[in-house]
């Protein structure tokens, strides 16, 4: 397996060379590339004629990490993608694709390094600002019940809970991290939000945003928000399954306009 040394953590990732645009793939919270093309959230998997990288954040997946939550914050994940971008892109943008923490990682690196990117299929946007004390509440909670044993209890609790519309029919999956990592991971996306609105509002590149109703840790209030503060950014909202399936249409298009 392929592994990119980055410091406290090993990367796995996958590269495919059809020439092309270059384009970077992140995944969400306690997933990873094997994960999302489960949850039919690998929207990389019908491109043709581009460079496409994807990764395993770390801790995620077949990526290694440490148990230090500051490891797992959107700004450090954010670090590993720009050392990534410039071990295989080293002089030219490329389009960004990701949910939720894949989401806020691309923001957090764009705000720091806006010219890597030429443009953004951003995905299920997570809670941010105003509504992220709550959800980070909710992590920290998690972290503690994992730590007491209480695994179970969170995957049976996620199994039994309602699913968006658009998510339903979705298999069963439990979280691709180890569980000595999964505390850390969760404490990290506690300390974590999406960049301030001023600095989201300087990002000028062609973003597509796509959301889902029915989703509290990924409220299409914070998508509607990334819209008004982007310049060039415009919104889809997914009501059904059939709407996410044309997902990777939208990005295969977003990148041949973009481009």
């Known amino acids: 397996m392929h592994r990119f040394v980055v410091p406290g953590a090993e ?7 059809e020439s092309g645009h270059a384009v970077v793939q992140l995944h969400g919270l306690t997933s990873s590339r094997s994960r999302d093309r489960v ?10 004629d581009t460079r496409l990288l994807r990764y395993d954040a ?14 797992y914050t959107w ?12 071990h295989w892109f080293p002089d030219e943008p490329v389009h960004g694709v990701g949910p939720s923490m894949g989401t806020g990682t691309l923001l957090h690196a764009a705000v720091r ?67 000595e990592l999964l505390p850390a991971l969760l404490r990290g996306a506690a300390l974590s939000d999406l960049p301030a609105p001023e600095d989201v509002a300087r ?41 996410v399936d044309r997902w990777p249409t939208i990005l295969a298009a977003d990148i041949a306009r973009y481009a």
Do not use: C, K, N
């Not at 990367?11 to 060379?17: E, M, N, R």
């Open 113 to 179: 390094e806006p010219e890597r990117f030429s443009g953004f299929t951003l995905l299920l946007p997570p809670t941010a600002w105003a509504t992220r004390t709550a959800q980070a509440g909710e992590y920290r909670q998690m972290a503690d019940l994992v730590e007491s044993g209480g695994l179970h209890q969170i995957l049976e609790a996620a199994r039994v809970a309602p699913q968006p519309p658009a998510a339903v029919g979705r298999p069963d999956t439990v979280p691709h991290v180890r569980q």
């Open 58 to 71: 770390r801790g995620h997946g077949h990526s290694t990490g440490r148990a230090v939550p500051e490891d």
């Open 203 to 243: 990002l000028d590149q062609p973003t597509t945003i796509l959301a889902w109703v029915g989703d509290p840790a990924h409220p299409v209030s914070t998508a509607e928000a990334l819209v008004e503060l982007m310049p060039h950014a415009s919104l889809q909202v997914a009501q059904t399954p059939d709407d």
């Open 11 to 17: 990367l796995a990732w996958a590269f495919s060379d």
């Open 75 to 86: 700004p450090s994940l954010a670090d590993d993608l720009l050392r990534l971008l410039d």
């Open 39 to 48: 949850l039919d959230l690998d929207l990389g998997r019908g491109l043709s």
